[in-house]
T-cell receptor, first 113, second 116 residues
Framework: SQKIEQNSEALNIQEGKTATLTCNYT??????LQWYRQDPGRGPVFLLL?????KEKRKERLKVTFDTTLKQSLFHITASQPADSATYLC????????????FGKGTMLLVSP | GAVVSQHPSWVICKSGTSVKIECRSL??????MFWYRQFPKQSLMLMAT?????????EQGVEKDKFLINHASLTLSTLTVTSAHPEDSSFYIC????????????FGPGTRLLVL
């Protein structure tokens, strides 16, 4: 069955460091992979989308890589700030045209001052 | 742009009653809306896909007679939880696809439902 794995343990880092979150998947061939941020009691907020033929995408302090051979995406936040503390979700889209997303459970990031 | 609202943001109801949740795209037309449910520390689980003017497509295991979805216009979809029971207590989140931006879902803030 399709499986998306994100580290269930919270990631604690110090302000200014680079946070790296991992998303692994099995039995899936996504056309797109997306990263969302979710704050407690709120809906997810879209951050970045990367296509299967792209290796890397950047947006300000965010960087996403996508390795379809390893079936893995890495999400980096450089120069992290306490305001970056949230749960980060990865989501896969098969590209079937229906835009149906399958979400991972998310990894909580805690950035301490 | 691309703002999605949900109403109410939270609701408490007695077991056996029905609850309606509204999802609106405020500044764009949504060709498709999705309804998700999220339990604590769990991932978002897709319940159904709703296209304007047609019947919703439900995911396996989701009872269509219990979770009624109406997508009457390009800016409004409603989810009605009929005869709610305590196990229906959850965080319900909608999302919308913006015409011309089919790859990105814009999410509402969610509705917390507590059934006593």
């Amino acid at each position: 069955s399709q499986k998306i794995e994100q580290n269930s343990e919270a990631l604690n880092i110090q302000e200014g460091k680079t946070a790296t979150l991992t998303c692994n998947y099995t039995n899936y061939s996504p056309a797109y992979l997306q990263w969302y941020r979710q704050d407690p009691g709120r809906g997810p907020v879209f951050l970045l989308l990367i296509r299967e033929n792209e290796k890397e995408k950047r947006k300000e302090r965010l960087k996403v890589t996508f390795d379809t051979t390893l079936k893995q995406s890495l999400f980096h936040i450089t120069a992290s700030q306490p305001a970056d503390s949230a749960t980060y979700l990865c989501a896969l889209d098969p590209g079937s045209g229906y835009s149906t997303l399958t979400f991972g459970k998310g990894t909580m990031l805690l950035v301490s001052p | 742009g691309a703002v999605v609202s949900q109403h109410p943001s939270w609701v408490i109801c007695k077991s056996g009653t029905s609850v309606k949740i509204e999802c609106r795209s405020l500044d764009f037309q949504a060709t498709t809306m999705f309804w998700y449910r999220q339990f604590p520390k769990q991932s978002l689980m897709l319940m159904a896909t709703s296209n304007e003017g047609s019947k919703a497509t439900y995911e396996q295991g989701v009872e269509k007679d219990k979770f009624l979805i109406n997508h009457a216009s390009l800016t409004l979809s409603t989810l009605t939880v009929t005869s709610a029971h305590p196990e229906d207590s959850s965080f319900y989140i909608c999302s919308a696809l913006r015409r011309g931006h089919q790859e990105t879902q814009y999410f509402g803030p969610g509705t917390r439902l507590l059934v006593l």
